[in-house]
């Protein structure tokens, strides 16, 4: 059975993911017409209290991809860990699934993603592989020190990654990490973080949003402020990037491309979410067409809409405790408040967001 594209609204979409993320998608999925089918590893979570059906399993339970295969012709995922072996299931049912296994192959892997983009002509920090500590130590030397041992694959929100002073030390930074194969990367000498998020249509149409600066505190994005204060030479070099991966991956949805800002204006990708991304929720308040409606569309089949931004906006992370603040931010008339439902709020956890109108533009 193969999906009939466009999806017609009244048809159910599937969502590998049950957290704020897969929520949003939910959502936006929900507004167009669409019922949607999460399959996720817990009950009560964000997604699959918002959708009509919640699958409850492991992402390679196939009892489980069954059930969503059974419900969805056209299934997407909110992270990238997906199994690839999982993604192939599906598609063995017949369920068209976006974006595709290339995507995620490559986003899974820092190594693959470095070599991918290097030999699309999108430049990055050197780098090189390592798997043992002598390997480690002979990769620190050559990319130079200090530099930055990162887990090849499963690395989010800064976790499983060290800075290594002197490349003798790699050794014990590699047992550090687990003893798993690593990347070792030069240290970028950026001035800022900057990210673009894009889109592509099933037509091959590319749709790019404005450029969004970013802050992180210890590994995690706390603020970003968009569309950012950017010249007109970093915005082109930001597409032309988006449009080489885009296409270069045959995508087929919204991905988020995180980058570093040099201080002579070029720009390196650091790495790639084949996914909404968290640089991109202040689209939902500052443009026409948020990122999470205009995957929806991408996966569905649908025209992209239009990015461009209605007003500038700081986006900040409520994380932890932060959510409890809630009633602050709902009272203040420039602040659309966002929240998870998630049910604890440990340190450090995702629970919302805000957006603040700077301006309108
Ligand atoms: N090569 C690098 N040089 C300097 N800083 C880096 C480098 N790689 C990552 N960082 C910093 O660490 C943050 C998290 O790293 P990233 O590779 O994006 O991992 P994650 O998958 O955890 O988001 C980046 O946003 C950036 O601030
Ligand atoms: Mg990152």
């Not at 993911?17 to 929520?23: A, E, H, Y």
């Not at 014990?172 to 800022?192: H, Q």
Request: hydrophobic residues 45%.
């Amino acid at each position: 059975m193969t999906a009939i594209l466009p999806l017609p609204p009244g048809s159910t979409l599937g969502i590998l993911g049950g957290g704020q993320l897969g929520r949003m998608l939910a959502q936006a999925a929900a507004k167009l017409g669409f019922d949607v089918a999460i399959l996720e590893r817990e009950t009560d979570a964000p997604a699959g209290r918002v959708a009509a059906h919640a699958i409850i399993g492991a992402y390679d339970d196939p009892l489980a991809l069954n059930a969503l295969a059974e419900l969805a012709d056209v299934v997407t995922f909110e992270f990238e860990n997906v199994p690839a072996a999982s993604v192939e299931a599906l598609m063995a049912l017949g369920v068209e699934v976006a974006p595709g296994p290339l995507a995620l192959a490559v986003a899974q892997d820092r190594v693959d993603e470095k070599s991918f983009l290097n030999a699309r002509g999108v430049a990055t920090v050197a780098f090189a592989a390592a798997d043992s500590p002598e390997t480690a130590v002979a990769a620190a030397a050559a990319v130079g020190t200090p530099c930055l041992m990162k887990t090849r694959r499963e690395g989010y929100d800064g976790k499983g990654q060290t800075w290594v002073e002197h490349a003798a030390d790699a050794a014990k930074a590699f047992e550090s990490l687990g003893a798993r194969p690593v990347i070792l990367e030069a240290a970028a000498d950026f001035v800022r973080e900057l990210s673009i998020i894009a889109a592509r249509g099933r037509d091959g149409a590319i749709a790019v949003y404005p450029l969004a600066e970013n802050h992180h505190e210890k590994g995690v994005l706390r603020r970003s402020v968009a569309p950012a204060e950017v010249s007109a030479s970093a915005a082109e070099q930001a597409e032309r990037i988006a449009a080489r991966i885009l296409t270069g991956l045959d995508y087929v949805g919204v991905i988020g491309i995180e980058l570093f800002e040099l201080k002579d204006g070029s720009l390196l990708v650091n790495e790639i979410a084949p996914r909404v991304h968290n640089t991109g929720h202040w689209t939902q308040d500052g443009c026409e067409v948020d990122q999470f409606e205009q995957h929806i569309r991408a996966v569905a089949g649908w025209p992209l809409g239009p990015t461009a931004a209605r007003a500038q906006v700081e986006m900040l992370n409520l994380l932890g405790d932060e959510a409890a603040g809630w009633a602050t931010y709902a009272a203040q008339p420039e602040t659309r408040v966002h929240l998870y439902g998630k049910r604890e709020a440990k340190p450090g956890r995702k629970m919302g967001h805000v957006n603040r109108i700077l301006g309108s533009l």
